[in-house]
């Protein structure tokens, strides 16, 4: 047999472990202790029962997949292969896949979910997009063979008939959250106006695909109103909580759909008795506002008004024509006055009584004293009706003026 070296033991005992068909792929079912999550994203843990206990491996590329957040003495499922760690010598369960195991572990997955996406704001009312009141097609996301799909049918013909779109999702089961997922984007580009998304009731492991986050973020970013009916009255899933809507059942999501046809007719009904109203009030009114108009636009009383009018011109020209006379005379008055002042002042009035005005032809200047001329000066003398040419022969001076000057 030779003599091994450590490592070439463990060496040989893992080739063993893993290579063993049994051991390749297996699952276990365990509670979860001595739980550490690394900085690097791995989970080391002890899976344990009653009477045993096993190490365990997730690493990060595993953990990113999981639907839920393992917790210290959470009940598991666990998915993997029969590993060796040859440093320690320790074999280990390397994990592949982990889920919860009963409806206590579920639970805590759901609520993990739950929580998670309220933080991130995936229920915010802000969210919620507006259901369509008319809408023309109503696409279904649901199994083709449920009761569900039927329910909605039934509902939709009675209430009022538009055209269905069913997109075909498995909802139960291994890979139903995928499905529903694709039957979702299936629907997002296709001519619907509302997607109605759900099943029938069952078990919360009936219903779990509708609590699978990639459900969930399916329905939160349609660009398509959702309606979830997933499940009785009673549950509540994860896409209930996402979508713009949330109905108790599949036939509620039906009604919610589609308006009812006999309380349009009423509506209708109504809003056409009101418009007739209306219409009546609008003549009404406009019937008495032609009868004032026509009243005043008779020919007797056009005829009334056009006299009036003319009347009124003739007092108001006169009126004018009174008021123009007393300005012109004020006016006038004023003018008068204003001549015969001049007129008092004038140098014509001078020359009138006999008197006349001597001027030196050479400039025009006025001859006021004999200082002002000299011999042989020609002369302007101005008279009442003309000018006299002279010229200066000598001068006298006044005799009271040579007298004043020799005393």
Request: hydrophobic fraction near 35%.
């Given at each position: ?129 507006r259901i369509p009141r008319f809408p023309s097609k109503v696409g279904v996301v649901t199994s083709p063979t449920g009761a569900a799909i039927h329910d909605i049918l039934h509902v939709i013909e009675r209430r009022f008939p538009v055209d269905v ?243």
């Open positions: 047999m030779g003599i091994y070296t450590v490592s070439q033991l463990n060496d040989h005992i893992r080739q063993v472990l893993v290579n063993d068909p049994q051991l390749g792929q297996v699952w276990v079912r365990g509670e979860i202790s001595n739980l550490t999550k690394h900085s690097s994203g791995h989970y080391y843990f002890t899976l344990k029962d009653k009477g045993a206990q096993i190490s365990c491996v997730s690493f990060r590329m595993t953990n990113r997949t999981l639907k839920f957040e393992p917790e210290t003495s959470m009940k598991v499922l666990v998915f993997g292969t029969v590993d060796v760690y040859t440093v320690r010598g320790q074999y280990q369960l390397r994990v592949l896949d982990m889920r919860p195991d009963g409806i206590g572990e579920l639970y805590k997955a759901y609520e993990q979910l739950r929580n998670r996406l309220q933080e991130e704001g995936l229920f915010e009312v802000v969210h919620k997009k779109l069913l997109s075909p999702a498995v909802v139960q089961g291994e890979n139903s959250a995928e499905s529903i997922v694709r039957a979702i984007e299936h629907l997002n580009g296709m001519d619907v106006d509302v997607i109605i998304v759900g099943r029938g009731g069952g078990s919360l492991e009936d219903l779990w695909s509708f609590n699978e986050e990639i459900v969930a973020r399916a329905i939160f970013n349609s660009k398509i109103p959702v309606i979830s009916a997933v499940g009785h009255e009673t549950d509540h899933t994860i896409a209930d909580f996402v979508a713009d809507v949330r109905a108790p059942t599949p036939s509620a999501a039906a009604e919610i759909a589609v308006p009812e046809r006999s309380d349009l007719k009423k509506q209708v009904s109504a809003l056409s008795s009101r418009m007739e109203q209306a219409a009546i009030h609008i003549i009404s009114d406009n019937r008495r506002q032609l009868d004032y108009l026509s009243s005043r636009i008779e020919p007797e009383r056009f005829a009334e008004i056009l006299r009036r009018d003319m009347q009124r011109v003739d007092e108001l020209s006169t009126r004018m024509e009174l008021g123009l006379r007393k300005v012109i005379d004020s006016k006038s008055s004023s003018l008068s006055g204003l001549a015969g002042r001049l007129n008092a002042v004038s140098p014509l009035n001078t020359l009138e009584r006999g008197y006349s005005i001597t001027l030196k032809a050479s400039d025009n200047s006025v001859v006021r004293t004999i200082g002002d001329v000299d011999t042989d000066d020609p002369l302007d003398v101005r008279v009442i009706d003309g000018t006299v040419e002279c010229r200066v022969t000598g001068v006298r001076p006044d005799k009271r003026d040579a007298d004043k000057k020799g005393s």
